[in-house]
């Protein structure tokens, strides 16, 4: 399997304008993760599925955020409009959480760096 | 949700065992200790991860005292490709997302 897939890898854009973020998780994958890090505020969840439901979008910071899963291999993150303060490394994660014993592993993706000038 | 409390930072020289303890007070039964690594612009990776006792594997081995109200990372031998970030979490499946501040740790040649 080729892992988490993001795209793209940097985004470099204007305050204002619309920002969309892509994630294919992991096949089989039943949940799917979308973190942001920064220097100030760390590794943050921002929302996540179960079965391409949303589950829990306490995370996301504002109304501008807004996140989709129309299917199982395909997710996106949208920022509208974008601000300075959004710049950071937006990652996916996909996981399954399964195993005997129960194995909280996720799998990251590469990330998405982020840039609002 | 379990809080965790680990050390900002750390130090060590290449060749020395490093030991880093992550404090998870609250930590409830069905809870589980993960710990994951992350190096310069990667996401995290999965380390180790254990309910009590030891849990040893090619990379790691994690010691939690009977009460789990702690848990010791151990990484023996560190190399220079050890430097990275490691994060502590606490919980069972969903409720195992909160990946705090984490310890950069700091391995010198």
């Known amino acids: 399997d080729a892992g988490v897939i993001q795209s793209p890898r940097h985004e470099v854009t204007e305050m204002g304008q619309e920002v969309t973020l892509r994630c294919k998780p992991i096949?089989?994958?039943?949940?799917l993760f979308w973190y942001r890090q920064t220097m100030m505020r760390g590794l943050e969840l921002l929302i996540y599925?179960?079965?391409?439901?949303?589950?829990?979008d306490s995370g996301m910071p504002e109304d501008r955020f807004s996140a989709k899963m129309p299917n199982a291999s395909f997710s996106t993150l949208k920022i509208q409009p974008s601000e300075p303060r959004d710049s950071a490394v937006y990652f996916c994660a996909s996981s399954s959480f399964s195993g005997t014993p129960l194995r909280n592993e996720q799998f990251f993706g590469p990330g998405t760096r982020l840039t609002v000038l | 949700l379990a809080k965790t409390t680990q050390p900002i930072s750390m130090d060590s020289y290449e060749g020395q065992e490093v030991n880093i303890t992550c404090s998870h007070n609250n930590i409830a039964t069905n809870d589980y200790i993960t710990w994951y690594q992350q190096f310069p612009s990667q996401g995290p990776r999965f380390i180790i991860q254990?309910?009590?006792t030891k849990v040893t594997n090619e990379v790691a081995s994690l010691f939690i005292p009977a009460d789990r109200k702690s848990s010791t990372l151990s990484l023996p031998r560190v190399s220079l490709s050890d430097t990275a970030v490691y994060y502590c979490?606490?919980?069972?499946?969903?409720?195992?997302?909160?990946f705090g501040s984490g310890t950069r740790l700091q391995v010198q040649p």
């Open positions: 096949s089989g994958h039943d949940y």
């Open positions: 254990g309910y009590k």
């Open positions: 599925f179960n079965n391409n439901v949303p589950i829990d």
């Open positions: 979490l606490v919980g069972a499946g969903r409720r195992a997302l909160t």
